[in-house]
């Protein structure tokens, strides 16, 4: 198996959400295929992923620096040398060569739509679905339960207010979503925790409800907050202030006594080194939120992993961000504790294909080979103007 190409292109998301610190308005992903040598059905067998949600495209990364690199590779040097195949570890090395150590950033979002391609063309060219080929490929069982899914909504929209709220709780409970997640910090307090208890008595259990900051506060309103929904019982209490400032968030798993959940914003084993030993974070209760299309994909994520399990810390915490089709293949691979979904919001990325199976809390991915992105609706016309 040999590389012949790599193709990138940037797709914009639909829709007009906010949270507390970002409009979603302008933003793009970047949808990157690894084409092989390897023909099915008279066509190159290619390999697609993104680089998950909620940053920009990167394009410029990808083509003036990764793909190029790739592409002048000995082919060789690419596969690995147990099965001839593909290597995706091989790959992310040669697409990180020159690269400084550090300023992880934007370079990592990149990186990892490359990597992650690579991890489908494994699967399709294995006729599996991703799930199973990552359990291999990391000495496990693929976990046939399914995944326990929450529902990432409660957003800031143009005009809407406490009773739109309500009736997006309801719509995700009538799809099959226990728990839900909803914004905080773009409101005032009071505001803000008139929005809580609304979407508390949707679900009529707190635990159902988790709260997502999006890193906006400062010490003093992350406590204020913190205060005020102590006695809610919330399912978790999500990224109140800036993702690398590690000692406010152990300041506030000193004072806040329920779960809270961070990093999705860490990028490399090293931030989530510095998070475990100056966060503060608690063992029995927080959640790790750290995403592979974010940070130089699976490679560097299971890593992740690995270092979690070394502090004494259930790889079932891990609650990949994203919401997506890839995080659901890795999250059901390495037998992690849940993931997200985005049912109303981030198209053509967020969500599951219509062949994935939701019943009981709990998401099944389909059988489709590879990630089955080309399954899911809007999607599979992107991936086939970047694949023709």
Same mark, same amino acid.
């Given at each position: 198996?040999? #590389?012949? $190409?790599? *193709?990138?292109?940037?797709? /914009? %998301?639909? !829709?007009?959400?906010?949270? &507390?610190?970002?409009? =979603? @308005?302008?933003?793009?992903?970047?949808?990157?295929?690894? #084409?092989? $040598?390897? *023909?099915?059905?008279?066509? /190159? %067998?290619? !390999?697609?992923?993104?680089? &998950?949600?909620?940053? =920009? @495209?990167?394009?410029?990364?990808?083509?003036?620096?990764? #793909?190029?690199?790739?592409?002048?590779?000995?082919?060789?040097?690419?596969?690995?040398?147990?099965?001839?195949?593909?290597?995706? @570890?091989?790959?992310?090395?040669?697409?990180?060569?020159?690269?400084?150590?550090?300023?992880?950033?934007?370079?990592?979002?990149?990186?990892?739509?490359?990597?992650?391609?690579?991890?489908?063309?494994?699967?399709?060219?294995?006729?599996?679905?991703?799930?199973?080929?990552?359990?291999?490929?990391?000495?496990?069982?693929?976990?046939?339960?399914?995944?326990?899914?929450?529902?990432?909504?409660?957003?800031?929209?143009?005009?809407?207010?406490?009773?739109?709220?309500?009736?997006?709780?309801?719509?995700?409970?009538?799809?099959?979503?226990?728990?839900?997640?909803?914004?905080?910090?773009?409101?005032?307090?009071?505001?803000?925790?008139?929005?809580?208890?609304?979407?508390?008595?949707?679900?009529?259990?707190?635990?159902?409800?988790?709260?997502?900051?999006?890193?906006?506060?400062?010490?003093?309103?992350?406590?204020?907050?913190?205060?005020?929904?102590?006695?809610?019982?919330?399912?978790?209490?999500?990224?109140?202030?800036?993702?690398?400032?590690?000692?406010?968030?152990?300041?506030?798993?000193?004072?806040?006594?329920?779960?809270?959940?961070?990093?999705?914003?860490?990028?490399?084993?090293?931030?989530?080194?510095?998070?475990?030993?100056?966060?503060?974070?608690?063992?029995?209760?927080?959640?790790?939120?750290?995403?592979?299309?974010?940070?130089?994909?699976?490679?560097?994520?299971?890593?992740?992993?690995?270092?979690?399990?070394?502090?004494?810390?259930?790889?079932?915490?891990?609650?990949?961000?994203?919401?997506?089709?890839?995080?659901?293949?890795?999250?059901?691979?390495?037998?992690?504790?849940?993931?997200?979904?985005?049912?109303?919001?981030?198209?053509?990325?967020?969500?599951?294909?219509?062949?994935?199976?939701?019943?009981?809390?709990?998401?099944?991915?389909?059988?489709?080979?590879?990630?089955?992105?080309?399954?899911?609706?809007?999607?599979?016309?992107?991936?086939?103007?970047?694949?023709?």
């Amino acid at each position: 198996m040999q #590389i012949v $190409d790599i *193709r990138e292109m940037a797709v /914009p %998301l639909e !829709g007009n959400v906010t949270n &507390s610190v970002v409009s =979603f @308005a302008g933003h793009t992903v970047s949808l990157v295929a690894v #084409i092989s $040598d390897v *023909r099915r059905n008279g066509r /190159p %067998l290619a !390999g697609v992923a993104f680089d &998950s949600i909620g940053r =920009f @495209a990167q394009g410029g990364i990808l083509r003036d620096r990764m #793909i190029p690199r790739v592409l002048g590779a000995d082919p060789g040097s690419l596969l690995s040398p147990d099965t001839g195949l593909l290597d995706p @570890a091989r790959v992310l090395e040669r697409a990180m060569k020159d690269e400084k150590p550090g300023g992880h950033g934007d370079r990592a979002a990149a990186a990892a739509a490359l990597e992650l391609a690579c991890w489908d063309l494994l699967a399709k060219h294995a006729d599996e679905p991703a799930h199973a080929v990552i359990a291999k490929a990391h000495g496990r069982a693929p976990d046939l339960t399914g995944a326990a899914v929450y529902a990432a909504g409660g957003y800031y929209r143009p005009g809407g207010g406490i009773a739109e709220l309500k009736a997006e709780l309801r719509g995700y409970q009538d799809d099959g979503y226990p728990v839900a997640k909803i914004k905080i910090g773009g409101a005032p307090l009071d505001e803000d925790l008139r929005r809580i208890e609304a979407a508390i008595e949707v679900t009529g259990d707190g635990g159902a409800i988790a709260v997502d900051a999006n890193g906006r506060f400062d010490w003093t309103q992350a406590l204020d907050y913190a205060k005020a929904m102590s006695g809610y019982g919330l399912r978790w209490y999500e990224e109140a202030t800036d993702p690398l400032d590690f000692d406010l968030n152990r300041r506030l798993a000193e004072a806040y006594p329920g779960p809270i959940a961070t990093g999705e914003n860490l990028f490399s084993v090293q931030d989530v080194r510095n998070l475990l030993n100056f966060g503060g974070v608690r063992a029995d209760r927080d959640v790790f939120q750290m995403d592979a299309g974010l940070s130089y994909g699976l490679t560097e994520y299971a890593r992740m992993i690995a270092l979690m399990e070394e502090r004494g810390i259930d790889r079932r915490s891990a609650f990949p961000h994203g919401g997506h089709m890839i995080n659901l293949h890795i999250v059901t691979g390495l037998g992690l504790g849940g993931c997200e979904a985005y049912p109303g919001v981030f198209q053509p990325f967020g969500g599951y294909a219509p062949g994935c199976r939701l019943a009981g809390g709990r998401i099944h991915p389909a059988d489709d080979p590879g990630f089955g992105l080309e399954a899911k609706p809007g999607l599979s016309e992107q991936i086939a103007k970047l694949v023709a």
